[in-house]
């Protein structure tokens, strides 16, 4: 068994947007064409409660969710029961050649690097007439994502990383082009790959929930690296700039409903 490591993932922050994070997640489901009994496994499973869903909405003879991530299977275990299980495991190396019937990953695999070899391994992993179904976030472009860079970039926040190397945006570093996900899938042997790039229009109470949006996400890599003090002080100067980004480019006022445009690309395939 893997030693648990340390980590900066929070269910509680995490799940404040449950009912946003969910769309996409239902979206993924929807392009899933039925089969009877699937055998399925849910890769990056997080706290595992849409992983459950999968038990009856794909009628499936078995769930498996998994995770690198201690502090979300703690509660995805408290989940499991007959037919539903979860593990501990590193989704980049996951490779169970002809094992399942759908392998399905939302909003995971932005965190693994060379998505082409790990596609390939997910693709493998699929049993005859199999189905992959992956949604990743593509919204590094958004000031949430470039503010928090930016941020990184300058002191006394930049000395205070490892050779002075803010840690990367993943989804920046790792998320290709709608467009070359489809390609990679027909070149791994699907006929016909379905691959979308959308929009999701989330509408938060106003915009400084969009810091508290990425402080379950995307600033868990500053609240891993930083010293708690030094956190607390980029995530102050950071909620400062973001709103004052936000207030100039889209209007956007403290307090006041605020439409967080949020890119996404799904992608499916049978084998
Ligand atoms: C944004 S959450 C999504 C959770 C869940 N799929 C959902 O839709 O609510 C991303 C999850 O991926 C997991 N993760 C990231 N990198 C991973 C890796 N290399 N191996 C396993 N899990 C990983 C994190 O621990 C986290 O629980």
Not at 63 to 69: H, I, K, P, R
Not at 120 to 129: D, E, I, K, M, R
Not at 199 to 227: I, M, S
Not at 241 to 264: I, M, Q, T
Request: charged share 20%; hydrophobic share 45%.
């Amino acid at each position: 068994m893997p030693t648990p490591i340390p980590s900066p993932w929070d269910p509680q922050q995490y799940d404040r947007f449950k009912v946003e994070r969910s769309k996409p997640f239902d979206d993924l489901v929807a392009l899933l064409r039925p089969r009877p009994a699937p055998h399925v496994v849910d890769l990056g499973c997080g706290t595992g409660e849409l992983t459950a869903t999968l038990l009856e909405r794909l009628g499936a003879a078995e769930v498996l969710g998994l995770d690198n991530a201690e502090t979300m299977l703690a509660e995805a275990r408290g989940r499991a029961g007959v037919r539903l299980r979860f593990g501990h495991a590193d989704i980049a190396a996951f490779y169970e050649p002809g094992a399942w019937d759908i392998v399905l990953s939302n909003a995971a695999l932005q965190w693994v690097p060379d998505h082409a070899a790990t596609l390939a391994h997910w693709v493998a992993s699929l049993a005859p007439g199999g189905q992959l179904a992956v949604q990743v976030p593509a919204n590094a472009d958004h000031p949430t994502h470039l503010v928090a860079d930016e941020l990184a970039h300058e002191e006394p926040f930049r000395s205070a990383f490892a050779h002075g190397r803010p840690p990367p945006d993943v989804v920046a570093a790792n998320v290709l082009a709608p467009e070359r996900y489809a390609a990679l899938l027909y070149n791994l042997g699907i006929p016909d790959p379905q691959v979308r790039l959308q929009v999701y229009c989330h509408l938060l109470d106003g915009p400084e929930q969009a810091v508290e949006w990425v402080k379950g996400t995307t600033l868990n890599r500053f609240k891993a690296a930083l010293p708690a003090a030094l956190y607390a002080e980029f995530l102050a100067c950071y909620r400062e700039r973001l709103l004052a980004r936000l207030a100039r480019d889209a209007g956007a006022v403290e307090g006041r409903p605020y439409l967080y445009p949020f890119k996404r690309i799904l992608m499916w395939g049978q084998a």
